[in-house]
């Protein structure tokens, strides 16, 4: 069972920027997995904000962070990453990271077992 543990949250103004890490354990070595980057704002359901597939890196973003926020995966301190720059107050949401199955690439209605509890990312004007 892969554990997932969310940190680096926290309140900014317009145009500042938070990196949000996401420390893995449980998964056994040389496997790859599709991890994502959620959010889920008040009275909005969840969003997929971005994906990697660890083993190619091969990633993905909503449009509406395109330009301004960064997925990656270290695999030596095997944990996730979401370097946001350029932050709007559209962003302001709690952000879960989650992985998928072993070895399934990333796709649309891919399902995701393991989740994190979250971190909160506030963006004020």
């Known amino acids: 069972q892969v554990q997932l543990v969310e940190s680096g949250g926290g309140s900014v103004r317009t145009g500042g920027s938070l990196t949000l890490s996401c420390s893995i354990s449980g998964a056994p070595n040389n496997t790859a997995y599709c991890m994502g980057w959620f959010r889920q704002a008040p009275g909005k359901e969840r969003e997929e904000v971005s994906t990697?597939?660890?083993?190619?890196?091969?990633?993905h973003y909503v449009d509406s962070v395109k330009g301004r926020f960064t997925i990656s995966h270290d695999k030596a301190k095997n944990t996730l990453y979401l370097q946001m720059d350029s932050l709007k107050p559209e962003d302001t949401a709690l952000y879960y990271c989650a992985a998928g199955p072993r070895w399934i690439m990333c796709h649309p209605t891919l399902e995701y077992p393991s989740w994190g509890q979250g971190t909160q990312v506030t963006v004020s004007s």
């Open positions: 990697i597939y660890t083993r190619a890196d091969i990633t």
